[in-house]
């Protein structure tokens, strides 16, 4: 068993390490174009679409922060749809319509986010559309920098760099760390022409895109991803700005988010099994070489994991049965004669160990750097280091359950439009 | 539509990535390689430690007859048979239990523990010094599954009780001495097996059995003197099974 974990592990560090030297290269090479210095001479008219069910408390200061948008009244469209909400979602839309009349309501029998997304969309009149979600608030700049990538002729979207709104829990903690993690990441992995979605938090499309694509579909819950993977099968851009940040809830407790993360993971298994000509080597050079790759990640991480798992439960076993034999009495053992480094080893497995903590700590750092993160780092981040391995393990092999067994997955609580 | 630029693979970037790869993680190897041959190469050292500590012995056997008691530093050759016991442990995690070198280790080790517990035990008698000893004997988890057990309560009393002296003997070492001290004490194949006062028991003993054991032979209290240092004979013990 030991072997089998070694030999996973040195697989794994590898692995990781490769994918790490591949993001520090690609981060260099790209060094003078990591924001989009073009200065936006023409502003273009956007509409941005909020599809909301069950919002109530949400929707009002997402709304807010739309409106309070560096970007001149004219030429910005705010579509708030209200997808069947049984609170009084549509009533607060209502009611900020009345305070800000260039907003437009449109009201519809629910029938789940990309419905509400679809109805919005013919009736936009911007030449870029957006979409956002309606947990999200808007930095007052987004906008504007999100805007400046369409200055290529090529980019067909532009996604936004999504944090997490004012952590203070342990979950939010968590999720603050790893969103800026992937934020650094997607911006490297754009510059390989790599994304595989355009998050619901804030994504911005040119209009033809959706003439040319075609309307949102439901895609397992996850049309956000499905949406990348189609430009994606299409050859189309998709750029990243990071300079553009979009603050999201994070979700309050561990059911919730295992709910999301399930969703999210479902979703990119069934959404890649739809679009697998995308790993077709010599259609998609490096995107189909990423996806390739973070499916064997996935396996070599849930499989180190649970030996991992099982070599802590014998080992914490092993010390419960200790504590019996001694009746609990463990004072004799606090000497100081006891304490010795000899148990620091700098075996390969310790070496290797420390070069995934030092590659996934460096990858946190420059995420924050890169994306202007001022907030404080607390003990937080080490929750994260310790416990996100497990749960996206843990997630893993439940979305690997749910996809073999062909369940099919319901939004939260029945409510067909409701995101989690 | 054409692939777009950013998705071409360029095999000579991704071929520079693996050459980093291999450099970082060759690196890491190496490193880990070095430290693991400098600790090997300690084991000389070990080596050469155990020699002297048994000629110490031996030397101190013989102060004993001339002048007894007087000279005797029984704390400092106590405290070298738990550091030599510590490392090694150290060696036979790195090296491995079966390994040639090790072996060759534990039984310089199983020399000095007995050399240590025959000066002792002389000690105890004629200076009067308040010890109390247990020869410990194990085997490997496959033939005695209950010795890992029985070395842990056994390192849990060595840290109770400065005053006791615990030795801990492989069954199946090939030494001379070994044999030795199984055919003095009659032991049978019945392992783990304690030998206390020459009173052999046989069998895996609890914490409560071994303390109304002990309480047969030496009030236990007396031993748990803070002031006195205690062998590590059952560090190496309890994870050489």
Redo the contacts between chains.
Sequence with gaps: MIDLIEILTYTGTFAALYFGILVFITLAENRHCLYEKTPLLNLPSVSIILPCFNEENNVEDSLISLVNLDYPQDKLEIIAVDDGSHDNTLDKMLAFQLKNPTIKVLHKENGGKHTALNLAIPQATGEIIGTIDADCLVEPNALKQMLKYFHDPKVMAVVSTIKVRQPRTLMDGIQYAEFIVSGFIKKIISFLGGLTVTPGPLSLFRQETFTIVGPYRQAHLTEDLEMALRLQSQNMKIACAWEAAVYTKGKPDLKSLSQQRLRWQRGFLLNLKDYSPLLNFRAHGNLSFLLIYSLAGIFLSVALILLSLFQITKGVLGHLNQAWLIKFDFLPFFSFKNFNLDWIKLTPLAVMGFLALALILGFFFLGRKYTFEKGKIDEKIFFWILLYPFLNAFWWILTTASVVSGREMKWHGNNPGKKI | ?????????NTQ??I???F??LL??GS??F???Y??KK?IAQLNDLQQNLRTDILSLETQFSILNQAPCANLNESTLTNEL?SIS??LT?VG??LGEDDGNFLELKKYYSILEIKHWLLLQRAAKECKLPLAFIIYFYEDSKNCPQCE?QG??LT?FR??YPFLRIYSFDYNLDLAAIKTLKSVFRLQDETPIMVINSDVYCGYK???ELETIMEKYVKLESLEDKTA?STAATSTSSKKK
């Design positions: 539509m054409a692939i777009t630029p950013e998705k071409k693979f970037k991704y520079s990535v693996l980093f790869t970082i993680f890491g190897f490193l880990s390689d430290t693991t600790r738990y510590q490392k150290s995690t790195t057990d842990y309560i849990y840290e109770k609890s914490k409560d240092t």
